[in-house]
């Protein structure tokens, strides 16, 4: 999940698109292949804390739901739903507050409807 390596100068580099790409791509790929044919009702989600970089996530997300519709999975935007009321104090991981946003997030996207009773 990390996109970032720590930078010799003490800070952080972002993990290069094309490392992303094929990282991604290799996790679903293998995922894929573990769930075998009758995975429906598969949900993949970027969720990313306020403090994360506006343009970074935007790449991430980008890359994660392309690769993961293209093995079938179903990928439900997460943008915005934790904010500094739904994270623990880094912002970025989420509180029990936060969790329920992001499991409201997939219920109120239509595509769990045909998943559950």
């Given at each position: 999940?990390d996109?970032?390596?720590?930078a010799a100068?003490g800070?952080?580099d ?9 990282a ?9 292949r573990?769930r075998g044919?009758d ?5 993949v989600?970027?969720?990313?804390g ?11 997300v980008g890359?994660?739901s392309?690769?993961?519709e293209?093995?079938?999975?179903t990928?439900v935007?997460t943008s915005?739903?934790?904010?500094e009321a ?11 507050a936060g969790?329920r ?7 109120d996207?239509g ?5 559950f009773a």
């Open positions: 999940t996109t970032q390596t720590c100068d800070g952080y972002l993990v290069p698109h094309d490392k992303l790409w094929w991604a791509n290799d996790f679903f790929a293998r995922f894929s573990l044919p995975g429906a009702c598969t949900f989600l970027v969720p990313w306020p403090a994360g970089l506006a343009e970074n996530r935007e790449r991430v890359a994660v392309s690769i993961a293209s093995y079938g999975l990928f935007d915005g739903v934790l904010t739904t994270t623990i104090q880094d912002q970025v991981h989420p509180t029990a969790n946003a992001l499991a409201d997030r997939v219920l996207s595509a769990a409807a045909s998943c």
